[in-house]
């Protein structure tokens, strides 16, 4: 769905009264800068700063679904929005988020796994399991692990993550602390795809069912995206 032409032009109007978006710095801490200021879809995309290496970054844009500006973070192909810069005004919008901006990137360059009670009492951290998990399988790293587990969105942790990044593909599999259970989903060519492969309800069973169904999960998944 396009953006109506009324709404592009107010948002390219509201950005040009902000300085803030002109002035954005070429880098911050291995960070690089892109400058978009164009439509795609239902949303006009702003800026972002990315760090190729480590395959983290941020980027803000405009939702015209919602009517917002958001910031949206980015570790591997996991993405989710910081929803306290939910703001229908570019001028509040920066007023919030400029002052933040370099610590956020810090944060996300520094991450080095969530901590939660929830998590920690499920014993998934301790899980002797995921220290036979492989680094690279099928040709797809290991990029989170349950030692150094993500928060994302809804109560839900991404505790095992494979990705490859050539094909902007993954596997991701999740716990959720208010449902109490695993479940899974894959991004082929960047497009999510809830999976059924790994719903458990207790580490036990998702040990199971990793041995199962891992290797030829992760190859369908390449098939997909070829």
């Given amino acids: 769905m396009m953006m109506l032409p009324e709404i592009k032009q107010q948002i390219e109007t509201e950005i040009s009264e902000q300085s803030f978006f002109n002035d954005l710095k070429d880098e911050i801490y291995n960070f ?11 949303t006009f995309e702003i800026f972002g700063y990315f760090d190729d290496s480590t395959h983290r970054g941020l980027r ?31 001028n509040i919008f920066v007023e919030k988020f400029q002052p ?24 998934i951290p301790a899980w002797k399991y995921a220290e036979s998990l492989p680094s690279d399988i099928e040709g797809f ?4 692990n349950p030692k150094k587990y993500l928060e994302v969105t809804n109560g839900s942790f991404v ?54 169904n891992l290797s030829n999960q992760l190859k369908k998944i390449r098939e997909e995206a070829s």
């Fill in 32 to 42: 690089k800068l892109n400058k978009y200021f164009s439509e795609d879809g239902n």
């Fill in 60 to 90: 803000g844009y405009y939702h015209a679904d919602t009517n917002e500006y958001r910031v949206l973070v980015k570790f591997g192909l996991n993405e989710f929005c910081l929803t306290e810069y939910f703001t229908d005004k570019a």
């Fill in 100 to 123: 933040e901006l370099e610590n956020i990137l810090k944060s996300i360059k520094d991450f080095d796994g969530t901590q939660n009670v929830f998590v920690e009492q499920k014993k």
């Fill in 141 to 144: 790293e290991l990029y989170f």
């Fill in 159 to 212: 505790i095992i993550n494979y990705c490859d990044f050539t094909i902007n593909s993954d596997l991701a599999i999740f716990y959720n602390i208010f449902s109490d259970n695993f479940g899974s989903e894959a991004r082929i060519n960047g497009a999510p795809t809830v999976i059924y492969d790994f719903d458990s309800e207790d580490l036990k069973e998702l040990e199971e069912k990793l041995e199962q």
